[in-house]
């Protein structure tokens, strides 16, 4: 398996533009997580989702996030129009079983936003 | 957000020594995970926690379960280059299902070979 997979590594835009990050999670994981990294406020959920529909989005900092998962092999998060604060490195993550039936949460590279 | 305060911030060790680092909560969490994070990575699990005084190990790791529920910890035993990196704790405190995992501020290891 490729683990999770997301997209853009890097992104660097201006104030005021749109961004996209995509993932694809691990086939197979019903959760997937998107989650934001920054030395101020270290890792912070920002929304999961189970089996493609949204749980809770109470993370997410403003209306300029939205985030959506048409399938259960991709999700989207989005923010428009991008500010300098929203800087940071984006991590999705999907959740399922392992070989030992544990429930193991795996991250993906992260897609690391720049915004100027 | 919450976060879990983890200790130390960082450490600087020789190649060869022992390492103990420790997360504490004001809250009851039901789970406690230990996570390493490589440079230009995502966090990697570790050690999963699910039950009160629980000590596991994972090779060179070991991680333990605080009985009071409020505090885990995780101890690298004779530490070489490889595990360079930042550790996180992070807890959930609804148990089994990690849905709402609360990240530690991480501890920055760094091996002096």
């Known amino acids: 398996d490729a683990g999770v997979i997301q997209s853009p590594r890097h992104e660097v835009t201006e104030m005021g533009q749109e961004v996209t990050l995509r993932c694809k999670p691990i086939?197979?994981?019903?959760?997937l997580f998107w989650y934001r990294q920054t030395m101020m406020r270290g890792l912070e959920l920002l929304i999961y989702?189970?089996?493609?529909?949204?749980?809770?989005d109470s993370g997410m900092p403003e209306d300029r996030f939205s985030a959506k998962m048409p399938n259960a092999s991709f999700s989207t998060l989005k923010i428009q129009p991008s500010e300098p604060r929203d800087s940071a490195v984006y991590f999705c993550?999907?959740?399922?079983?392992?070989?030992?039936?544990?429930?193991?949460?795996?991250f993906g590279a992260g897609s690391r936003l720049t915004v100027l | 957000g919450q976060q879990l305060n983890q200790s130390p911030q960082s450490m600087f060790i020789q190649e060869g020594e022992d390492v103990s680092m420790n997360c504490t909560s004001s809250?009851?969490?039901?789970?406690w995970l230990w996570y390493k994070q490589d440079p230009g990575e995502g966090p990697v699990l570790l050690i999963a926690?699910?039950?009160?005084?629980e000590l596991t190990s994972n090779g060179r790791l070991t991680a333990q379960f605080g009985i009071t529920r409020k505090d885990s910890f995780l101890n690298i035993s004779a530490s070489i280059p490889s595990d360079v990196g930042i550790y996180f704790c992070?807890?959930?405190?609804?148990?089994?299902?990690?849905?709402?995992?609360?990240f530690g501020t991480g501890t920055l290891l760094a091996v002096q070979p």
């Open positions: 993550a999907s959740r399922g079983l392992d070989r030992a039936g544990a429930n193991v949460l795996t």
């Open positions: 086939s197979g994981h019903d959760y």
């Open positions: 989702f189970n089996n493609n529909v949204p749980i809770d």
């Open positions: 809250s009851i969490f039901n789970t």
């Open positions: 926690l699910y039950k009160a005084g």
């Open positions: 992070a807890g959930s405190k609804y148990g089994g299902a990690t849905n709402k995992l609360i």
